[in-house]
């Protein structure tokens, strides 16, 4: 079973046209001048795919968050995101992610951007 979720996870980091269920982990650390400030593991459980025309692609993933402070224990939390992706040219692509952690006090975050291809 191991080798067949690690087969699934290689396959969807080296092949972008990958769609369908996949398992995410992510880890996110921060450093202020020198100081090292800690680190959010995700372990997220996911859907892709794409809409019909091609050229729209989404996702949606969620799951256990690992939140670890720099000298002070870990807590664990929700956590998920949603985004998408649409082909605005040939060599354009606009996308977006909208995120929510859980804690006493949610927190919440946008990511939005452009993708511009310079070399085909």
Not at 94 to 120: A, C, F, M, P, Q
Request: hydrophobic share 35%.
């Amino acid at each position: 079973m191991l080798k067949k979720l690690l087969a699934v996870a290689a396959a969807s980091a080296i092949s972008p046209a990958f769609a369908g269920i996949y398992f995410n982990v992510e880890n996110n650390g921060s450093i202020k001048a020198s100081n090292w400030l800690g680190s959010n593991t995700d372990f997220h459980v996911g859907y892709e795919g794409q809409v019909s025309n091609g050229t729209t692609s989404y996702y949606i993933q969620g799951g256990l968050n690992v939140d670890s402070p720099d000298s002070m224990s870990s807590k664990r939390n929700f956590s998920a995101k949603a985004g998408g992706s649409v082909k605005a040219s040939d060599n354009i692509d606009v996308y977006g992610e909208l995120s929510i952690l859980t804690d006493r006090v949610n927190s919440y975050g946008t990511k939005v951007g452009l993708k511009i291809g310079l070399w085909k």
